[in-house]
């Protein structure tokens, strides 16, 4: 910036510093904007200039940014992906499976892009067309791409004897990964040992993530949202509602959605499904309520409310059939 602060790649350096080091959106955006012009073929621009519009909550923008992108770099899958994301954060889904279909035409093997179709078709409930797409997904601890949606699959279907064991061998496989977040698949291996009754299994599996998760907390505070996130589902499948609501109620006041559009209500969601374990219905409908209303990462859907062993203690409760029927299908 001393020797040439007009030069363009300069100042997109200077906006990477002010939205990924400082967090300044708001300082980044106009740099952003302006370089749209000044650097009319780089790509660069027109792939983080959505992702700031998502945090501030700017959803007709990002369309148009990552089609802009898509045109100057069409081999660059991350941009696909960003472009399936974007329409599904603001549920609509048809546009989102066309991204997908656009992309496996050119990437028909690729398991980000397989997977990420399948958690589509989950979203609108239909598990038979995300069943066909996840037997072409292999996770391992090399590339375990795919094993999140393979589980969310299991529990829709309310069937644990095929991932129980195999999720119990991949953590034994993943034992000395330094790339695998073996922390959240122990805890997520609780909640299906948890459901199929394995009552013993599953608070072994909880209590191992609460140890691990505090140590990272302890010596990574930066991450404190999606780590306070995960402490609070592994002391909610131990019972511990008190433990696990000071938690959740961390992760939300560490990102709120008025900071971050995208990805704060994601931690509400999860308040929700504690407020569900623990019988708090009206407190649980509320959240839900207004969640089904906003765009966000990954957005709950009436179809998974319908879906998800979470939410079967609020189950003939009028308010919530209300909503998880609110779409007709």
């Known amino acids: 910036m001393r020797l040439q602060p007009n030069l363009p790649e300069v100042q997109l350096a200077q906006a990477f510093y002010q939205a990924f080091v400082l967090h300044d959106y708001e300082g980044a955006r106009p740099i952003f904007e302006r370089l749209l012009t000044e650097l009319p073929n780089n790509a660069d621009v027109p792939f983080w200039l959505p992702r700031i519009s998502l945090v501030e909550g700017r959803w007709d923008e990002p369309r148009a940014y990552l089609n802009k992108a898509i045109e100057l770099n069409p081999r660059e899958i991350g941009l696909r992906l960003d472009a399936a994301w974007v329409r599904e954060a603001v549920r609509d889904f048809p546009g989102a499976l066309r991204c997908y279909d656009d992309a496996l035409a050119v990437w028909p093997n690729n398991p980000y892009l397989i997977s990420g179709q399948a958690s589509v078709y989950q979203s609108l409930g239909d598990l ?23 589980c969310d699959q299991a529990k829709f279907r309310r069937s644990y004897s095929d991932i129980i064991p195999f999720l119990t061998n991949f953590l034994e496989l993943a034992a000395s990964s330094t790339t695998i977040d073996r922390t959240g698949y122990r805890r997520t291996l609780g909640d299906l040992q948890r459901l199929s009754g394995d009552i013993k299994g599953a608070t072994a599996n909880y209590r191992q993530a609460c140890d691990d998760l505090e140590k990272q907390l302890a010596e990574r505070p930066g991450n404190a949202d999606y ?18 609501s ?42 839900l309520e207004h969640l089904l209303r906003i765009p966000y990462q990954s957005p709950i859907t009436a179809a998974r409310l319908r879906l ?19 779409d007709g299908k």
Do not use: W
Not at 231 to 236: G, P
């Open 128 to 150: 038979s067309k995300a069943e066909a797409l996840l037997k072409n997904v292999h996770p391992t601890t090399k590339n375990d791409v795919g094993l999140s949606t393979m």
């Open 308 to 326: 998800d062993p979470d939410f079967d203690p609020l189950r003939g409760d009028p308010g919530f059939e209300k909503l998880a029927h609110s």
């Open 227 to 244: 780590t306070c996130e995960a402490l609070a589902k592994a002391y909610a499948g131990l019972g511990s509602r008190e433990i696990a």
């Open 246 to 287: 000071k938690y959740i109620e961390r992760a939300i006041a560490a990102t709120p959605a008025s900071k971050d559009a995208y990805v704060g209500p994601r931690f509400q969601e999860t308040q929700a499904r504690i407020e569900a374990r623990f019988g708090q219905k009206e407190v649980a409908i509320s959240i």
